[in-house]
């Protein structure tokens, strides 16, 4: 790696960033054709990396070589219940030119997360793109690991399966809405056991639940039903999406599924896969996108078995608080 200085990312660096995000972009597309979208344009990408700038939360760096931008990471300070304080990378939150090492991501992680850590931020979350492995390559170096898989389906390539279950399947409609509501625990219940071990706060059980039941009352969601014996099992929920740097142009999103415990392994999620890709394919659209948690055992390996190709990881590092206090610069350690 050539030697470089690293400075705050601001407005200025702009359009370098554009050009950056956008020769990044052109890769993924080599490996994912179908990431050469309508949003892969200057005006498109300059104006997703201004609103991410101009957000009062958002720490970045740049690196410069020779006084030109050579690569970039920004990281936005979040608050919620689920995940506490913490950094959030963004899709396009980060790029690098394309004759750069991963030891430049590696180091321009490291000059900035001196400063999310500044903020009282110890988890950081990042969305890498996987057609270039070098950032998977840099994240991974860094101690990060993957959480999330995001995934797409060329609807044109699917292959349906055979040998599935006899359910009935139903388009769902506002009559629904307590049978959703049943079924809302069943992905949250599987990813809180063993290996996932994703805690159920409460409130959040709460907040599912009643989405769940409000599903039906929607418009724009293609809500499918399993039932068998007239009890529900299982269900897939398809929402109309807007294009973006990660999604192919004319795309649906898979964005829930779930298939009850105790029948898990008979064919239902197949089937209803069969019948979401024929509904799918009969409103027009190219593909499907979806995205799971790779801890969870059932999930991880039936949308690959599915089609779905992983086009980004979510990866997180989780950095021990301790380092607040527990550090060199502690007056304390001087009179040891």
């Given at each position: 790696?050539?030697?470089?200085?690293?400075?705050?990312?601001?407005?200025?660096?702009?359009?370098?960033?554009?050009?950056?995000?956008?020769q990044?972009?052109?890769?993924?597309?080599?490996?994912?054709?179908?990431?050469?979208?309508?949003?892969?344009?200057?005006?498109?990408?300059?104006?997703?990396?201004?609103?991410?700038?101009?957000?009062?939360?958002?720490?970045?760096?740049?690196?410069?070589?020779?006084?030109e931008?050579?690569?970039?990471?920004?990281?936005?300070?979040?608050?919620?219940?689920?995940?506490?304080?913490?950094?959030?990378?963004?899709?396009?939150?980060?790029a690098?030119?394309?004759d750069?090492?991963?030891?430049?991501?590696?180091n321009?992680?490291a000059?900035?997360?001196?400063?999310?850590?500044?903020?009282?931020c110890?988890?950081?979350?990042?969305?890498?793109?996987?057609?270039?492995?070098?950032?998977?390559?840099?994240?991974?170096?860094?101690?990060?690991?993957?959480?999330?898989?995001?995934?797409?389906l060329?609807?044109?390539?699917?292959?349906?399966?055979?040998?599935?279950?006899?359910?009935?399947?139903?388009?769902?409609?506002?009559?629904?809405?307590?049978?959703?509501?049943?079924?809302?625990?069943?992905?949250?219940?599987?990813?809180n056991?063993?290996?996932?071990?994703?805690?159920?706060?409460?409130?959040?059980?709460?907040?599912?639940?009643?989405?769940?039941?409000?599903?039906?009352?929607?418009?724009?969601?293609?809500?499918?039903?399993?039932?068998?014996?007239?009890?529900?099992?299982g269900?897939?929920?398809?929402?109309?999406?807007?294009?973006d740097?990660?999604?192919?142009?004319?795309?649906?999103?898979?964005?829930?599924?779930?298939?009850?415990?105790?029948?898990m392994?008979?064919?239902?999620?197949?089937?209803?896969?069969?019948?979401?890709?024929?509904?799918?394919?009969?409103?027009?659209?190219?593909?499907?996108?979806?995205?799971?948690?790779?801890?969870?055992?059932?999930?991880?390996?039936?949308?690959?078995?599915?089609?779905?190709?992983?086009?980004?990881?979510?990866?997180?590092?989780?950095?021990?608080?301790?380092?607040?206090?527990?550090?060199?610069?502690?007056?304390?350690?001087?009179?040891?």
């Open positions: 790696m050539k030697r470089c200085e690293f400075q705050p990312i601001s407005i200025d660096d702009l359009p370098a960033m554009a050009d950056l995000l956008i990044r972009q052109n890769a993924e597309a080599e490996v994912f054709p179908f990431l050469k979208n309508s949003c892969l344009n200057k005006e498109y990408t300059t104006d997703l990396l201004r609103n991410l700038l101009n957000h009062k939360k958002v720490i970045g760096v740049g690196a410069f070589t020779n006084h931008l050579v690569g970039y990471l920004i990281g936005e300070i979040k608050i919620d219940t689920l995940r506490g304080r913490h950094i959030w990378v963004p899709y396009e939150g980060i690098i030119r394309m750069q090492s991963s030891e430049l991501i590696r321009l992680y000059k900035v997360s001196v400063k999310w850590l500044e903020q009282g110890f988890m950081h979350y990042t969305i890498i793109p996987l057609g270039n492995q070098v950032y998977y390559d840099a994240y991974q170096r860094l101690s990060f690991f993957i959480q999330q898989v995001h995934g797409v060329n609807i044109g390539d699917y292959k349906p399966f055979e040998h599935v279950s006899d359910i009935e399947i139903k388009i769902a409609d506002k009559m629904d809405s307590e049978m959703m509501g049943k079924m809302s625990s069943i992905i949250q219940s599987y990813q056991s063993t290996p996932t071990f994703e805690p159920a706060l409460p409130e959040v059980v709460s907040n599912i639940h009643s989405a769940y039941k409000s599903i039906v009352e929607e418009d724009d969601p293609t809500c499918l039903i399993a039932s068998k014996d007239m009890k529900e099992v269900f897939q929920v398809y929402d109309q999406i807007n294009t740097l990660m999604t192919p142009d004319n795309g649906v999103e898979l964005s829930i599924a779930g298939t009850s415990d105790s029948q392994g008979k064919g239902v999620g197949k089937r209803l896969m069969n019948e979401g890709y024929r509904i799918m394919k009969e409103k027009g659209y190219n593909s499907i996108v979806t995205d799971w948690r790779i801890t969870n055992l059932a999930s991880s390996t039936f949308w690959p078995k599915c089609g779905f190709m992983p086009v980004a990881y979510r990866m997180v590092r989780s950095i021990d608080s301790h380092i607040a206090w527990a550090n060199f610069n502690n007056p304390s350690i001087k009179l040891l």
